[in-house]
């Protein structure tokens, strides 16, 4: 996989490198994230389980964009991502 070069987008207010054919949930995993989100009941850590979008652990808020399934959603350039941990009021869904 080629890099592309300076290629960023923004995770919690964070400037993260992303490689050519990233999707979000490659790049958080990549920089050492593997939940971004917590259960409404309980608190229990979510990321990545199918990898297929089937199921919802890895939602995430892209440039405003609520429940964006990060397994399947391409890393862009300058794309502003929020995970559940990092935004105000916590996860939407149990």
Same mark, same amino acid.
């Given at each position: ?38 259960? &409404?009941?309980? #608190? ?5 389980? %199918?990898?297929?979008? *089937?199921? @919802?652990?890895?939602? /995430? &808020?892209?440039? #405003? ?5 990060? %397994?399947?959603?391409? *890393?862009? @350039?300058?794309?502003? /991502? ?13």
């Amino acid at each position: 996989m080629n890099g592309v070069s300076g290629a960023t987008l923004h995770v919690d207010g964070v400037e993260v490198s992303i490689l050519e054919g990233d999707t979000i949930a490659s790049v958080l995993m990549r920089s050492g994230q593997v939940s971004w989100r917590r259960t &409404r009941f309980g #608190g229990r850590p979510r990321g990545p389980f %199918c990898g297929i979008g *089937a199921c @919802q652990d890895c939602l /995430v &808020r892209v440039d #405003g964009v609520d429940g964006v399934r990060a %397994c399947l959603t391409p *890393a862009l @350039q300058g794309a502003a /991502v929020t995970t559940h941990a990092g935004a105000e009021g916590g996860d939407s869904d149990g």
